[in-house]
């Protein structure tokens, strides 16, 4: 499948039959979708179960889709409403929010890759530091730090595919990057 058709394309295709399509998407979105459900949720059992669930809800749904958006805001929000229903399940009520409003501004989350032993072990070290600062955030700011970071979705895809507004979407997403720098040392 020509990876220059577009997300929306390729459903619009597996909507009218062509189980390529669905495979293209598959392929796209797979390692992204299951990463996001993995850093949510520590059981890797039930992130795996999530994630089957979304794809069978993709599957369950083909034949309503339509392009009101970005292939990755609905399939996000299927992740989201299967995320919310887990936590309700286990916990009897939503998530909560921690929000600081005096967190620093938004920067980019950037990871530097070299060759040079000594560093790569270094990297190594960072990255499990962050997976370590991943489970430390709320519910709420870990969702949108992975949407963003791991979906791709903007801060108007995180807030429409959680059902929030782009303002709570913003402060989730800017918290969360200031507490990671700062669980990271900058």
Same mark, same amino acid.
């Given at each position: 499948?020509?990876?220059?058709?577009?997300?929306?394309?390729?459903?619009?295709?597996?909507?009218?039959?062509?189980?390529?399509?669905?495979?293209?998407?598959?392929?796209?979105?797979?390692?992204?979708?299951?990463?996001?459900?993995?850093?949510?949720?520590?059981?890797?059992?039930?992130?795996?179960?999530?994630?089957?669930?979304?794809?069978?809800?993709?599957?369950?749904?083909?034949?309503?889709?339509?392009?009101?958006?970005?292939?990755?805001?609905?399939?996000?929000?299927?992740?989201?409403?299967?995320?919310?229903?887990?936590?309700?399940?286990?916990?009897?009520?939503?998530?909560?929010?921690?929000?600081?409003?005096?967190?620093?501004?938004?920067?980019?989350? !950037? *990871?530097?890759?070299?060759?040079?032993?000594?560093?790569?072990?270094?990297? /190594?070290?960072?990255? &499990? %530091? $962050?997976?370590? =600062?991943?489970?430390?955030?709320?519910?709420?700011?870990?969702?949108?730090?992975?949407?963003?970071?791991?979906?791709?979705?903007?801060?108007?895809?995180?807030? !429409? *595919?959680?059902?929030?507004?782009?303002?709570?979407?913003?402060?989730?997403? /800017?918290?969360?990057? &200031? %507490? $990671?720098?700062? =669980?990271?040392?900058?």
């Amino acid at each position: 499948m020509d990876s220059e058709i577009t997300d929306e394309a390729l459903m619009l295709r597996y909507r009218d039959g062509d189980a390529g399509a669905f495979e293209a998407l598959y392929q796209r979105h797979r390692g992204p979708l299951y990463r996001y459900f993995l850093r949510q949720w520590r059981d890797r059992a039930a992130a795996e179960e999530m994630y089957q669930d979304v794809w069978t809800g993709v599957i369950r749904s083909r034949a309503r889709y339509q392009t009101t958006a970005k292939f990755t805001t609905w399939l996000y929000r299927m992740a989201h409403n299967r995320l919310m229903d887990e936590y309700r399940r286990r916990h009897g009520r939503d998530p909560v929010s921690f929000d600081d409003p005096d967190g620093p501004p938004l920067d980019q989350v !950037a *990871a530097e890759r070299t060759a040079d032993p000594e560093r790569e072990a270094e990297n /190594r070290e960072q990255a &499990a %530091r $962050l997976l370590g =600062a991943l489970q430390a955030l709320p519910e709420v700011q870990r969702e949108a730090f992975l949407m963003h970071e791991e979906g791709g979705l903007t801060l108007e895809e995180i807030a !429409a *595919a959680t059902g929030v507004g782009f303002e709570t979407a913003k402060s989730r997403l /800017r918290y969360a990057v &200031a %507490r $990671l720098r700062r =669980a990271l040392g900058d």
